[in-house]
């Protein structure tokens, strides 16, 4: 049973930039959410999709934004890359059905933008 | 006022002795309650959920829910070394899966 994956695993960028990060989730599952998490702190909420939809989002601008696939399957692009866009950037995914449903992680992406 | 507040640690604990791990969260309308664990360098894992006022126990673990006092603990049993990790408490509110995360507790178990 295949978790969720991401990629790349690794991604170097400079400022200005622009980044696709993807994730495929865990099979069976059909509600995907993206995080970013800076080093020593934890995860924040970007976005979250289901049903190709943008459903939820998180307090970061509109250089942030997202596409789920019809097979769930999603990515996260940022645009105009800043210093403080380097992070780890998490897909997680998890079965719709409101809030009881626990999410399930992928390895991550770390971006650094130089 | 953070939402989901966590003590940044690090919390030690010698092998075998249990671990405490404490979470508050400000939103009274907060539903669902998690507990991932997150090793260096590694994406969360997901230990533990509960929903409802009380204590629930997997294994080792034991997450309790004051949902009165707006809190939520986790208990490790029998702490080893491979619990050493940070500990992130998560909280959903809503009709969503929007889960706001706690910046974690380092927990170290001392051989």
């Known amino acids: 049973d295949a978790g969720v994956t991401q990629s790349p695993t690794h991604l170097i960028k400079t400022r200005g930039q622009q980044v696709t990060l993807r994730c495929s989730p865990k099979s069976g599952h059909d509600t995907v959410s993206w995080y970013q998490q800076a080093l020593g702190q934890g995860p924040q909420f970007i976005f979250q999709?289901?049903?190709?939809?943008?459903?939820q989002r998180g307090n970061f601008p509109d250089r942030f934004s997202g596409h789920q696939f019809p097979n769930y399957s999603s990515e996260l692009n940022v645009n105009a890359l800043l210093l403080g866009d380097s992070a780890l950037y998490l897909c997680?995914?998890?079965?719709?059905?409101?809030?009881?449903?626990?999410?399930?992680f992928g390895d991550g992406t770390r971006l650094s933008i130089l | 006022q953070k939402e989901v507040e966590q003590n940044s640690g690090p919390l030690s604990v010698p092998e075998g002795a249990i671990a405490s791990l404490n979470c508050t969260y400000s939103?009274?309308?907060?539903?669902?309650f998690f507990w991932y664990r997150q090793y260096s360098g590694k994406s969360p894992e997901l230990i533990m959920f509960?929903?409802?006022?009380g204590d629930k126990e997997d294994g080792r673990f034991t997450a309790q829910l004051n949902k009165a006092s707006q809190y939520v603990s986790l208990l490790i049993r029998d702490s080893q070394p491979s619990d050493s990790a940070t500990y992130l408490c998560a909280v959903t509110a809503g009709g969503y899966q929007k889960v706001t995360f706690g910046t974690g507790t380092k927990l170290q178990v001392i051989p």
């Open positions: 997680a995914s998890s079965l719709e059905g409101g809030y009881n449903q626990p999410q399930h």
């Open positions: 939103d009274r309308g907060s539903q669902s």
């Open positions: 999709y289901y049903e190709e939809e943008e459903r």
């Open positions: 509960i929903y409802s006022n």
